[in-house]
Every structure is written in structure tokens, then in C-alpha cells.
């Protein structure tokens, strides 16, 4: 047994040699026969390294501190057009929000009870109570600023677009107005050139630049089509025979009915300036003018206001028998009262006119201390010539008789008939210097003269 040990010591040792150099050397690496794109089977992928094709859940992106592109904001809606400070006077909307309101500038009526305006984003309803004496329905119109669209609802309204860019002035009485707001441009026809007494209009008819288009029935319709005006304001009696705007509305002419005439307060009558401004969008200017023509009035009401005496006054003449006078609560009536006057049938509760006889006045006024308002009279010469029984009248022999003709022109036209009702400021600055010439000393009259 002894002769074997050698051997099998040396078998032993040779299998723990063998067995020792079988593992990998970290001196003599293993050659790795993996693919560049895939780990190694011997050695587990870091977090660092590249994922795989398909990961179990999407990454979440991690924004460094500077992008590589600045991001765009997305809106998810039309964005909202700038909200306009001032109405717009010229051109039309071209960016239209439902949101906006395109009329930041408004106006109220506060004197006038003949007309309201209604304000909406981007329309106006402007509605007119009675068009005429005694008429049952009232008249509305929807102004609609020009480059937005038409509200629903509105089927028996007139409605056009705002603000226009021609006028037809069936009266004189809104002539002031455009005068005023700078738009005689936008004007393109009258109904009688002759009865305008403001220079621009004169000047444009002579220049070939206005139609006379007449009145009533026989307005003349084809020259108005062949107009194309924006609008055409006139006035209405609620009588065919007398009416302009049937036969204009008959051929889908755009015609306003305008009812100052029917407002007895002279600064209602006045107000109605608002009811043309709204139109070319001018509320702000109007506002402006009408507040100094307010101001201005009732500081001269004020000043008449506690006068000790009031003279007696009494108007008009005799038109075919009749004598017209003005009722006591009527537009007249309100202005002598407001000039410190004591209107002869001021007791009288009517607001429209009173159809005497020559008897029955000269009884109330023989004894009166002014005679005003004698219409086509030049001279009192003229006005005995007339009827010899006028000079029986105190205010004829004492020459206390005064007419409203200052400012005519050789057409004929008078300015009182335009420009008056506009400014009852100066009408009534105008009568406190007749009855109380001492309260207006440096007053210099405007529409009043003395007959003489």
C-alpha cells in the first residue's frame, strides 16, 4: 500500500491546480464575445445604460434649465378683441367680440319724453313713442355698429348700420345739429333748399352738391333713390295727404320719424340733438353741447326767477280769420314764463294751440304790454296795413311790438325756423332782454329785433 501514496498525492494536487485555473483571471480577462447592442449575459445592465425597445412605463420628461426651443402657448378659443375706449365714428368693426361692447360712449335722455335709447354691446335700440300727435304705435329703430352682426328679435324695427355716411334732412330743425357735430359733409338732401338759412348748406346747394327732393305727396322719389342715402329724417303729421315717408318707405328707403316738434319743454325740444348724434356714433360730442346748452338755460330761468314785475305779452297774428295762439303749457307759453313773463292765456292747461278770433284776443290783450312773434311782418306799417284794427293794441302805440326775424336771408330763409329750437339758451337770453333788459345789460339779441 506504502508504493502507491506518491501517485495519489500527486493525482490530488493536480485536480486542485486544475480546478483553481478554471475561473477567470482578473490579470487575463475572458474575451466577451457579446454584441456591442447587447449587455453580456456574465454582467447585469446598469441604470445608465440605454432602455430597452419597449419599457414597461412612458418616462417622464425631465425639462432642463434651458430649452432648446422657447414653448407656443396654444389659446383653445378666439382671443378676445381689445375693448374699444371710444365709439367708433369712422370705418367699421374688423376683429367682432359678442363680449366687447362697442359703445363705451352713450348718452341719456333726460329732458325730452319723446324718444329713448336703449344700449347692447354692438347694437342701439332707439324707439320713438308717438311719431306723431295721436298715434297709437310707436316707431323703433336698430342702430347696428357697422362690421358686427344683426341681433334677432327685431322684426318690425327699421335697422341699419351705424355710423352712417349720408343724410336727407326733410327739416330745417336738424340742421343745427349737423352743423354742430361737424357732419354738413355727410348731408346729400333737403326737402327745400330756400328754407335753410345756414351758409354750408346755401354754398353746398349752389354747388351742386345737394337735391331738393319737395315734401308730402309729391316728393320726389326717383331723385331720392338715385341718392342712396343712408337715412332720411323727417317729420309726420299721421296724415297721407301731408306725409313724406309712405312714398319713400313704399321703395325700401331707410326713413327715421322725427318727433321734435311734439316736446313742449325747450330743453326736450333741444335734446333731440341726441336722437341724430346716435347715429354717427357722436354720443360724447352731443353730451358736451347739450350740458352747456342746459347749464346756460337754467342759470338765465334762475335769474328771472324772483323778478318783481312780469309785463303781460301775447304772440302770433290772424291766418285767415284765425288767430293761432300757443296754449298755456305749450313750448311758448314755458319759454316767456321762463323769461319772467306773464303769458296773457298762460292759465290756460293745453299744451298745443288755441284757434281764436280777432275779438276774443283783442279783449284779452288789448292792454298788453308786448306784441312778439308776428311772422312775416317788416314793419308796423305793414302790420296796420294788414288790418287796420292792429293798431288799436297798446304794444302797437307804445312800439313794444317784437319778431323773431333778426337772421334771414335773401332766400328767405330764417334762422329762428333752424337753429332756435336747438339753442333755447339764446331764445330765452333773447326775450330776458325785451322784459328785463336790465338782468342781460351787454346781451346782444340773435333772433328779436324791434318792429319799428
Not at 493525482?11 to 480577462?29: D, K, M, Q, Y
Not at 381689445?82 to 363705451?104: K, Q
Not at 328767405?412 to 339753442?423: H, I, L, Q, R, V
Not at 330765452?428 to 329785433?449: M, Q
Amino acid at each position: 500500500m506504502k508504493k502507491f501514496y506518491p501517485l495519489t498525492l500527486f493525482l490530488l494536487l493536480t485536480a486542485l491546480l486544475l480546478a483553481a485555473c478554471g475561473g477567470t483571471s482578473s490579470e487575463e480577462p475572458v474575451a466577451d464575445t457579446t454584441s456591442a447592442d447587447e449587455p453580456s449575459a456574465a454582467e447585469e445592465p446598469s441604470t445608465a445604460a440605454e432602455p430597452t425597445a419597449e419599457p414597461e412605463e412612458e418616462p417622464t420628461a425631465v425639462p432642463t434649465t434651458e430649452p432648446t426651443q422657447e414653448p407656443t402657448a396654444v389659446p383653445t378659443e378666439e382671443p378676445m378683441a381689445e375693448a374699444p375706449t371710444s365709439n367708433l365714428t369712422d370705418g367699421c368693426v374688423e376683429n367682432y367680440d359678442e363680449t366687447v361692447d362697442y359703445f363705451p360712449e352713450k348718452t341719456a335722455v333726460s329732458y325730452a319724453d319723446g324718444f329713448t335709447v336703449d344700449y347692447f354691446n354692438n347694437y342701439k335700440v332707439v324707439t320713438v313713442a308717438a311719431p306723431w300727435l295721436g298715434a297709437e304705435d310707436s316707431a323703433t329703430y336698430v342702430l347696428v355698429q357697422c362690421g358686427t352682426p344683426n341681433p334677432s328679435g327685431f322684426d318690425d324695427a327699421v335697422m341699419f348700420d351705424v355710423p352712417i355716411t349720408s343724410f336727407v334732412s326733410m327739416s330745417t330743425t336738424y340742421l343745427p345739429h349737423l352743423d354742430q357735430l361737424g357732419r354738413l359733409d355727410s348731408l346729400v338732401g333737403v326737402d327745400f333748399a330756400s328754407y335753410a338759412y345756414n351758409a354750408t348748406v346755401q354754398e353746398k346747394y349752389a354747388a351742386g352738391e345737394l337735391v331738393e327732393l319737395g315734401s308730402g305727396a309729391t316728393v320726389d322719389v326717383e331723385a331720392a333713390l338715385a341718392l342712396e342715402p343712408h337715412i332720411i329724417m323727417t317729420s309726420a303729421s299721421g296724415s297721407a295727404d301731408f306725409d313724406t315717408h309712405p312714398k319713400l318707405q313704399e321703395v325700401g328707403l331707410t326713413v327715421m320719424l322725427n318727433a321734435d316738434y311734439l316736446d313742449v319743454t325747450p330743453l326736450g325740444r333741444a335734446e333731440w340733438g341726441k336722437f341724430i348724434a346716435v347715429l354717427y356714433n357722436q354720443e360724447a360730442d352731443i353730451n358736451a353741447w347739450f350740458d352747456g346748452v342746459a347749464a346756460e338755460y337754467e342759470a338765465l330761468t334762475a335769474l328771472t326767477a324772483d323778478v318783481a314785475e312780469r309785463p303781460s305779452v301775447f304772440t302770433n297774428t290772424p291766418f285767415e280769420g284765425t288767430w293761432y295762439m300757443p296754449g298755456g303749457q305749450s313750448y311758448t307759453a314755458l319759454l316767456l314764463q321762463n323769461a319772467g313773463a306773464n303769458y296773457l292765456w298762460g292759465t290756460d292747461e293745453s299744451s298745443g294751440t288755441l284757434f281764436l278770433d280777432f275779438e276774443s284776443v283783442f279783449d284779452q290783450a288789448a292792454d298788453g304790454t308786448y306784441w312778439i312773434n308776428l311772422g312775416f311782418v317788416s314793419s308796423l306799417a305793414d302790420l296796420e296795413v294788414a288790418d287796420e284794427r292792429f293798431a288799436d293794441f297798446a304794444a302797437f302805440q307804445n312800439g313794444t311790438v317784437y319778431n323773431y326775424d333778426l337772421r334771414t336771408n335773401e332766400f328767405g330763409g330764417n334762422d329762428f325756423f333752424e337753429s332756435a329750437a336747438a339753442n333755447p339758451q339764446l331764445v330765452l337770453a333773447d326775450l330776458i332782454k325785451i322784459f328785463h333788459p336790465e338782468l342781460l345789460p351787454d346781451h346782444e339779441f340773435v333772433y328779436y329785433r324791434l318792429v319799428e
